[in-house]
């Protein structure tokens, strides 16, 4: 083979690459099609797994992954004896039974102590408390629901001659954790020379423009113009644009209009038709390559929120188009009501930052705002130093965010007599008040077990990230607890079948939950963890926001002209987006980075990068590159603010009202569903709202009866309309 030969067969086999692209496309969209209906045929009360395997062309395993509900019992119920004398089977292959040396052992854990917190209703009788767990409970009855079956990951492992289906089919997911000896000790620690630290700079402003691509109305400072977008390609746009207001103008929000999806038929998913759409050439322009200190350069390739980045061919100028949506929901707005809502929001920042700016995104501001809140004397003013790369990989693996669920049939009755939502009002500001500072120390089972009831209790109660091996008490009827580890990359769920085991990590507020919670205590287990000091270092820079969106909330709802409170509205949503994602910019995920490459350079694609999307002309690809050295990171933080966040969906007191709410504190059976900060619910609670973060704030109400949702888009339609009858049910009039 000559160079000429082997050229012509590379152009053959990218054709059989693209082809291959396309074919796996048609294909995942039927593997999503037939998921959707087993799903649907899982809701069925006699449906079984062996009936909906053959039918679907799937293993027993896979159908039942897809529906754990469908699960054996012998993979959902406890493991009982084996009897004596089995009877025969003709048909069944001899088994050789293991060795019972090879039957794993249980980690060594130390109980973890009674943390009752006043009036509890009382356990079953015939369910009394574990001895481990050692919580006493004062002897009375409920009458218990019929348990529901679990997924299998939940369950307690069957014998070791059965193994399970799911865990067969390599679909459970199980954390890591902390290794035994010096390497442990050599984890636990911080990375050297990076801490966050107090910027000794001024943000530079961006001028910025705003533009709706369906109407083509473009708002630059107080001037509105109407643009003719011919096709809306990002070409057409910066033409438009440019032509319009001064080249000084470096980012533009797309406030409607999604011209990102134009092309979405061409293209197997949505995020090939959004990099086509930001890959396509430009006269003229070329994709940023960044300037200066700023490497933020090349686009951004996100399915809804993508940011194009654009240099002007031969000059020093530098555009971003982005969608306000990173910011809040429109909601319909025009692009001047839009600007004057950034105005607003800028205004209430400069309140208690004099060189506040607000940059591209909400991740991007809020942590710059924060790091201007680093001391500049005292304990921390060198700076918060940075975690280990592994302790923030071991965070990044066992501390999930919101808790989403949905509880489906027969759980919940068939037919619900109403869906009620409560959503907490800007929550995760109620949750920033304490936080770990400093080293961590390892606690294991052993030190734990070592130390007293009081000392126990006031580790659980401190900054603590905890290994823990857990039982749902018997008796148990209502919603799960602790989270664990479900199949899928990120996914978890929420065990609550009475008896079931499992092992996970898990936040001091869940553990505490868990022990304290209004019904009956589990067992918990303590079998590692770690354990920080105390502080302080979010309080200040969330207290400014917290006035910042009481200021806003409050012209929203008291200012005389309807265009200023949408504009308020609007800002005190962008203020709850600058500490939602600047916390979630704390816990700095492993970084995958997109890149594009044109066909006629394929050569330069990164060995270890994957092909997602391809047109005529470029090729665009991700590749993974780990946890890099963000002075910012912090993912303690983020896990301790979201372990709260959990809990407080389950049980949390307001002290001036003296009760409590969440729920756990609402009948077993009315739970409908989780949603990060909204809780869907059968029946509406008398639960009190003063309009402070964290409470529950009565959002929606749809009366029925009417069928429990058992997808996703079920329940988020059955919610847009229990919120749209709620607020004609108050006003009077249409939503």
């Known amino acids: 083979m000559d160079s000429k030969a082997y050229t012509a067969a590379l152009a053959e086999l990218r054709t059989l690459r693209d082809e291959i692209k396309k074919k796996q496309a048609e294909v995942a969209k039927l593997e999503t099609e037939r998921a959707r209906r087993v799903t649907a045929l899982a809701g069925y009360e006699k449906a079984k797994a062996e009936r909906i395997a053959p039918a679907a062309g799937m293993s027993l395993a896979e159908v039942v992954a897809i529906a754990p509900i469908l699960a054996p019992d012998s993979l959902t119920a406890r493991a009982q004896p084996a009897p004596t004398s089995p009877a025969p089977d003709v048909h069944a292959q001899p088994v050789e039974e293991p060795p019972a040396a090879q039957t794993p052992e249980p980690a060594p854990g130390a109980a973890a102590p009674s943390m009752a917190r006043g009036p509890r209703t009382p356990a079953p009788a015939d369910a009394a408390p574990s001895a481990t767990a050692q919580v006493e409970v004062p002897p009375a009855t409920v009458h218990a629901a019929p348990a529901s079956s679990e997924p299998a990951a939940a369950s307690p492992p069957p014998p070791a001659s059965a193994p399970s289906p799911l865990a067969a089919a390599g679909m459970p997911r199980s954390l890591p954790s902390l ?10 620690g911080h990375t050297a020379n990076l801490a966050s630290t107090r910027p000794n700079f001024t943000q530079q402003a961006r001028s910025t423009a705003f533009l709706d691509t369906a109407t083509g109305m473009l708002v630059y400072r107080d001037q509105a113009t109407r643009l003719d977008l011919a096709s809306a390609s990002a070409g057409d746009i910066l033409q438009a644009v440019f032509h319009t207001v001064p080249e000084g103008v470096e980012r533009i929000y797309i406030t409607a209009g999604d011209p990102w999806h134009r092309d979405v038929g061409r293209y197997p998913f949505l995020r090939d038709a959004v990099a086509a759409w930001l890959n396509a050439p430009i006269e003229g322009w070329r994709t940023d390559t960044g300037r200066g200190k700023d490497r933020m350069a090349g686009h951004f390739v996100h399915a809804r ?80 130093p940075v975690l280990s790369e592994e302790l923030r990989g071991l965070l990044h693996a066992t501390a999930g965010q919101g808790r989403t669920e949905l509880i489906t049939p027969p759980d919940v009755p068939e037919q619900l007599p109403a869906l009620v939502e409560y959503d907490r009002t800007f929550a995760y500001a109620k949750h920033t008040w304490k936080s770990p500072v400093g080293a961590p120390r390892r606690i294991t089972a052993a030190t734990f077990a070592s130390w007293s009831e009081k000392e126990q209790t006031k580790a659980l109660f401190g900054c603590g990230h905890w290994q823990v091996r857990v039982t749902v008490p018997d008796g148990w009827n209502h919603v799960g607890i602790l989270p664990a580890p479900a199949p ?102 492993p970084r995958t980075v997109t890149g594009t490459t044109p066909r006629t350079a394929e050569r330069d694609i990164p060995a270890d990068a994957e092909i997602i999307g391809f047109d005529d002309d470029h090729v665009t690809w991700q590749r993974p590159t780990g946890f890099s050295r963000d002075p910012n990171a912090h993912p303690e933080w983020a896990a301790t603010i979201w372990s709260g966040a959990r809990a407080a969906l389950l049980s949390m007191r307001m002290r001036d009202d003296n009760t409590h709410v969440g729920a756990l504190h609402a009948p077993p059976g009315t739970v409908v569903a989780f949603r990060t900060d909204a809780i869907y619910l059968t029946a509406s609670q008398n639960w009190p709202y003063h309009g402070q973060p964290g409470e529950y704030l009565y959002k929606g109400h749809l009366a029925g009866p009417l069928p429990a949702p058992t997808t996703e888009d079920e329940l988020l339609a059955l919610r847009d309309a229990g919120r749209h009858a709620f607020h004609r049910t108050r006003t009077g009039g249409d939503a």
Not at 179 to 186: A, I, L, Q, T
Not at 349 to 360: F, K
């Open 488 to 589: 899928g990359e990120r996914a978890w769920h929420y065990p609550r079948t009475p008896g079931t085991t499992f092992t996970t990590w898990a936040g001091g507020p869940e553990v505490y939950t868990a022990l304290s919670n209004p019904l009956a205590p589990w067992k918990v287990e303590i079998l590692d963890g770690l354990l920080w000091d105390d502080g302080k270092p979010l309080d200040d820079w969330s207290k400014k926001l917290k006035e910042a969106w009481a200021s806003l909330s409050a012209q929203a709802d008291l200012h005389g002209d309807p265009t200023h409170r949408q504009a308020a509205h609007l800002a005190s949503r962008a203020v709850r987006s600058l500490l939602l994602y600047g916390i979630g910019s704390f816990a700095q995920r």
């Open 179 to 188: 290794p035994e000896g010096p390497e442990g000790d050599r984890w636990v």
């Open 305 to 384: 929120h993508p940011v194009g980045r654009y240099q002007r061919e031969g000059a020093d100028q530098h555009v971003e188009i982005r969608s306000v949506g990173e910011w809040f929901d429109p909601d319909g707005a025009d692009p001047t009501t839009i600007r004057d809502a950034f105005v607003l929001l800028w205004k209430a920042l400069r309140a208690h930052w004099p060189d506040a700016v607000i940059m591209g995104s909400p991740s991007q501001t809020g942590r710059d705002l924060w790091t201007r809140t680093i001391p500049a004397r005292g304990q921390f003013s060198e700076g918060y």
